[in-house]
């Protein structure tokens, strides 16, 4: 978990699931309570990892092989998170993530095949037990979801659309990961139901921070 200090929340999902939109209005809404916050994202989040984003996230679907990928993924990883994450939280902020670890588990593991095992493998390697206090897994229809991201791409010049390129099977086993960490994991991971206006999504999102930070400060598991 993340430091005593500061709060590292993630937000997960398929293609399209409205995670950016979450979580610029979850900042809001953690500002508005005296909070100081980062935004970040995954890959990026530090100058390093943001130069290994534009290699991941544009392309052919085939630009790399599945073990290639993921190995990128944690190297942009690790710079992310000793020179932006570790130290945000070590000055008290809130950290808020779109998209962390379990999205290599989910894209690399279950989307590519290379197996959860392997992909929790180079997790430990390259960050040891590091994760996201809270991670909310943004829930969707996966058409719903690729039709919202091609919507968002379609007048876009180099767009970083590598992943929403790929088989519609792809995103079903992706989907199925995501599940599966939720399912290993619920005292982290919370599902959020994607579907729906802005504002009732956001309402979803705003109930289950507050219980976490209610829990939080009780001293009991999110």
Request: glycine fraction near 10%; aromatic fraction near 8%; charged fraction near 25%.
């Amino acid at each position: 978990m993340s430091t005593p200090d500061g709060i590292f929340i993630s937000f997960e999902g398929g293609e399209g699931s409205g995670k950016s939109t979450q979580i610029r209005l979850l900042e809001q809404w953690f500002r508005h309570r005296g909070h100081d916050v980062i935004v970040t994202r995954e890959p990026g989040g530090s100058p390093g990892a943001e130069e290994i984003r534009a290699l991941l996230l544009t392309g052919d679907p085939g630009r790399w092989d599945a073990v290639t990928e993921a190995l990128l993924m944690f190297a942009s990883r690790r710079d992310h998170v000793e020179r932006t994450i570790r130290p945000a939280l070590a000055r008290g902020q809130v950290v808020l993530c779109d998209r962390f670890a379990d999205s290599s588990v989910a894209y690399q593991g279950y989307g590519h095949g290379l197996g959860a095992d392997f992909i929790r493998q180079l997790w430990k390697l390259a960050i040891g037990d590091f994760k996201p206090d809270l991670t909310l897994m943004m829930d969707l229809p996966i058409e719903t979801g690729l039709e919202r991201a091609g919507a968002r791409f379609a007048n876009v010049s180099a767009a970083e659309d590598r992943f929403e390129k790929m088989a519609l099977d792809f995103h079903r086993r992706l989907q199925q990961g995501f599940h599966e960490i939720t399912v290993a994991e619920p005292q982290r991971c919370r599902v959020i139901d994607a579907d729906g206006d802005v504002d009732t999504v956001t309402k979803r999102v705003a109930t289950v921070v507050e219980n976490f930070l209610k829990n939080r400060r009780a001293g009991q598991p999110a």
